[in-house]
C-alpha cells in the first residue's frame, strides 16, 4: 500500500523544513509528499523551492487566490495518489515511526476507514507541554460504535491523521464541510455514518503544536466552532441515529452539554455585547434546555463566578480518573 502525505500550509515557512523531515524520515517511506502552499506571505515560497530540489518525491503547488484551511486540504488530498493519505499541518510533525505503525494498523483492518494515535502538545518553540491520550482499550471499532462515540465530539487526540483513501472517496474528501473549524470532527463522524470504524494506537505517534493565544484568535473563532458541532449533529448524528433506531435523547443531553461547556465564553472580556448576543444564539441552535439558559443568563451576569468551581472541580475530576485508567490499562 502506497502513502501519501498532505501538507496544506499558510505562512508557516519557519516550521516546513522540521515538518518535511519528519516525513522523509519515516522507517517506512512515503510514496509522495504534497505540500499546498496557499497564497503565504511569508518565506513559504522560497523553502519549498529549496526543498524541492533535494526531496524527489516532493510536489508543491502554489495556489493563485487564498483557499482557507479547509479547501487548501481538500485540494490535497485529491491531488494524492497513495492509497493511505496523512493529513499533516505545516507547524506539527511525525515521530519516526508513524507511517509504519497506522499503515500497519490499516492493512490488518480493512474495514478502518482512518487510524489515529496518541500525540505530544508542544509549543511554538517545540517544547512538549503535556501528553494528548485517550482512554481507549480497543484497537478497532466498528462504525455504529464510533457513530455513537461522535455524541461526545471528536474522539482522537488530534488531526492528524492516516486515512484510507477509499473511505475517503465514499464520503467526498471534505466537501461541504464547516470551514475552517470542525471539518474533522464532522468528516469523523460522516465517515462512520458511510460504515467505516477506525483504529487507534496508544504510541504518541505525532507533535501537535498548539499557539499561545494572544491575540484573542481563538476567542473569535467561537460562533464558527458552535456552529460546527451544530452542523456534525444536524447533518450527520440526527440523521444516523433515526436511521438505526438509536435513542435520539442521547443527542439532546449532549447538545445541550456543548451549549453549556461553551456559554462560559460570555464572561470574556474580548468580546463585544454584539458579539456575545452572536454567540448566544449559536448556542440556543444548540439547545434552548433550562440548564442551557441558566448557564447562558449565570455567564452574563455577575454571577458567573459561582459556576468556576464546579467547572474547575469537574475538569480535575476527569483528568485525573483518566491518568489512573491510562496507567492501569
Known sequence: MEISVCIPTYN???YLKICIES?????IKPFEIIVSNDCSSDDTEVVLNDLACLIPNLKVFNQPVNL?????????MREAKGDYIVKLDSDDYLAPEYCEVLSNLLNDFPKAGYAHANVNEIDKFGNIKRERTLFR??????????????????QFAANILMFRVEALKSVNYLSNRPSNFGEDFHLSADLAAHGWG????KCKLSYYRVWADSGNVRAKRKIIEIEGILR???????PQFKKNNIDLSILIRQKSRFACNHANCLSWKSYTEKEKQDIENSLLKLSTSSIVLFFIWAYKSKFYFFLRPLR???????????????LTS
Open 12 to 14: 508557516q515557512a519557519q
Open 23 to 27: 516525513v522523509i524520515n519515516q522507517t
Open 68 to 76: 482557507g484551511m479547509c479547501a487548501n486540504m481538500d485540494f490535497c
Open 137 to 154: 482499550k480497543k484497537v478497532f471499532v466498528d462504525s455504529i460504535e464510533a457513530l455513537k462515540a461522535s455524541v461526545k465530539g471528536a
Open 198 to 201: 477506525n483504529v487507534f494506537s
Open 232 to 238: 456534525v449533529f444536524q447533518d450527520i448524528l440526527e
Open 312 to 326: 474547575g472541580t469537574t475538569n480535575l475530576l476527569k483528568i485525573v480518573v483518566k491518568k489512573i485508567l491510562t
